[in-house]
């Protein structure tokens, strides 16, 4: 999901189309003489909350994107060596 930029003057001149953005799932970002004053979406649920504190506490990182149609049909590379199982059950015991 983008964040779009927006004047507060532009906002009041086109509150009904940017609104209709929003209600798409757009976020605005509204700007007073070009300092961020306020952000415009859609209601936050308890699940976006919890995924927002994590990642500000840096434990998480959103995609910047959704994922193509065809993504949990690619093929996988392998982990023979299992490093990576390794390396996660290492991070949860570290208590991250």
């Known amino acids: 999901m983008s964040?779009?930029?927006?004047?507060?003057?532009?906002?009041?001149?086109?509150?009904?189309e940017q609104l209709r953005s929003v209600k798409g799932g757009s976020r605005l970002l509204i700007t007073d003489r070009g300092k961020p004053v306020a952000e415009l979406g859609p209601p936050i649920s308890a699940a976006d909350e919890t995924l927002s504190a994590l990642q500000g506490q840096g434990?998480?990182?959103?995609?910047?994107?959704?994922?193509?149609?065809?993504f949990w049909q690619r093929d996988r590379p392998r982990d023979a060596q299992g490093s990576v199982r390794q390396a996660l059950l290492e991070e949860r015991d570290g208590g991250r």
């Open 3 to 16: 964040m779009k930029t927006i004047s507060v003057s532009d906002l009041k001149a086109h509150l009904s």
């Open 59 to 70: 434990i998480l990182r959103l995609g910047a994107r959704t994922p193509s149609p065809d």
